[in-house]
């Protein structure tokens, strides 16, 4: 999976479109729960099973509307009420424990439950779309076949793909390809 997007709720997003469907089985969710930060890797997330996984593709779904939404100019009311519904419960408690050779670390202050992470997802989709300057840097991929959303955080606001590795590579190879046809012709 990656986690190139800028933000959570957009990597949650992009479990569903880039290439097929990520967040098919209880491991995946815990592999993407640690891998985008919502869970710092020492915690068991033996309480996950096939009920979050639906709660999280649920979620991604409504947040993926409510983004597109938003970069089209258009009202998504359900799923704006949806996401406000879950960023209003409380997320996960934090705080910071110092390890063995004495650096401070982020943890969990309790097990991890699904409506809290979800509220985790919904507070950063709040926080994307009422924050003017992470708004004006949200964009979607202009890769082929990429609907993938993600932040431009680019010094020059000019990034046009969701990875300079992955999709602009791909653009690359067939700008290059269409070249080396035009020119035999």
Do not use: I
């Not at 800028?6 to 967040?23: F, I, K, N, S, Y």
């Not at 110092?98 to 919904?122: E, M």
């Amino acid at each position: 999976m990656r986690y190139d997007s800028g933000r959570v709720c957009l990597d949650l997003v992009a479990t569903g479109v880039h290439p097929a469907e990520q967040l098919d089985d209880a491991d995946r969710l815990r592999e993407w729960l640690v891998g985008a930060g919502l869970v710092p890797c020492t915690v068991a997330l033996d309480a996950v099973d096939d009920g979050w996984v639906r709660r999280f593709v649920e979620v991604r779904e409504y947040v993926g509307e409510l983004v597109r939404a938003e970069l089209g100019g258009r009202p998504a009311p359900r799923a704006l009420e949806y996401v406000n519904a879950l960023a209003a419960t409380a997320p996960p408690g934090v705080r910071a424990v110092r390890t063995a050779d004495g650096v401070l670390v982020r943890a969990l202050s309790d097990t991890p439950q699904c409506a809290a992470l979800l509220a985790a997802v919904a507070r950063d989709a709040v926080d994307l779309l009422t924050a003017p300057a992470a708004r004006a840097g949200l964009r979607q991929c202009e890769g082929d076949n990429c609907r993938r959303l993600y932040l431009d955080t680019s010094r020059g606001r000019r990034r046009r793909w969701c990875s300079s590795e992955v999709c602009g590579n791909r653009e690359r190879v067939a700008r290059h390809r269409r070249r080396a046809v035009a020119s035999r012709a």
